[in-house]
């Protein structure tokens, strides 16, 4: 902790960045996994739009767009699944939209998103009552972090951010988002050290945790991800990242 420098602050915010984010998802599914079911969106296409709920209602998606939102998974795979939510009419062609393979969700696609942002807003709610007097705060430094990170950020971030935000959403849901959208500045970061040294999602799949080259490779995602973070001072810095441990 003596050094919080913005690549240092990269890698130790990352992961508690992750717990936030993995924890508001495992209690969703917890606590209205059944309820959110019952909208019957396809099997394989679900996560996709789990992950991209704070990007559709914002307007049409280009189609190749949406293998940014999983790029460690096989290329085909989303593609069927983008495929599979077309098919079955969740997602449509954006008939006003500048691009023909843009796509719109339809009525039932917006209705699930919906009721996905209000299960979010009750569970950050509940679980980060304790800590609601610092929700605000922490929203709006990520906000700031989102900002920060616009010089920077590569194709997914551009396409990603800013994340949607409804009217009378409360801090805890803005927060939420937000984070998510910082992550894929960090997963732009990945991909190009990766890419650089020479490596494909594939390849850092089946890559060893003790592998040495993904040190050298998370240490070049820390310095690509640090610009994002030199909008906050040393102060806010350990601000935000004691507040996030006390989230997750």
Do not use: K, Q
């Not at 049409?60 to 293998?67: C, D, I, K, T």
């Not at 988002?177 to 020479?198: E, F, I, K």
Request: proline share 8%.
């Amino acid at each position: 902790m003596d050094d919080l420098s913005p690549p240092r602050y990269a890698a130790l915010v990352a992961p508690a960045i992750d717990r936030v984010h993995l924890s508001v998802h495992e209690r969703t599914r917890r606590d209205h996994g059944a309820t959110l079911m019952r909208y019957g969106v396809p099997r394989r296409g679900l996560g996709l739009l789990v992950s991209l709920r704070f990007v559709l209602p914002r307007g049409a998606l280009r189609r190749p767009a949406f293998a940014l939102a999983a790029r460690y998974h096989d290329p085909a795979e989303v593609d069927r699944a983008v495929g599979e939510l077309v098919a079955d009419g969740w997602l449509v062609p954006d008939e006003h939209g500048p691009a023909p393979d843009a796509l719109t969700p339809d009525e039932r696609c917006a209705a699930f998103l919906h009721a996905l942002y209000d299960a979010h807003a009750e569970v950050t709610t509940a679980a980060w009552e304790p800590r609601a007097t610092s929700l605000p705060g922490l929203a709006a430094m990520a906000g700031r972090l989102l900002a920060g990170a616009v010089p920077s950020g590569g194709p997914s971030f551009d396409v990603f951010c800013p994340p949607y935000e409804r009217a009378g959403d409360p801090p805890g849901v803005l927060l939420f988002n937000r984070l998510a959208a910082l992550r894929y500045h960090r997963s732009d970061a990945h991909v190009a050290a990766w890419s650089a040294a020479g490596l494909t999602a594939a390849t850092m799949r089946g890559l060893a945790a003790d592998d040495p080259r993904r040190a050298g490779i998370e240490a070049e995602t820390d310095r690509l991800a640090a610009p994002a973070y030199g909008v906050l001072s040393t102060a806010e810095r350990l601000d935000l990242l004691a507040g996030l441990a006390t989230l997750a």
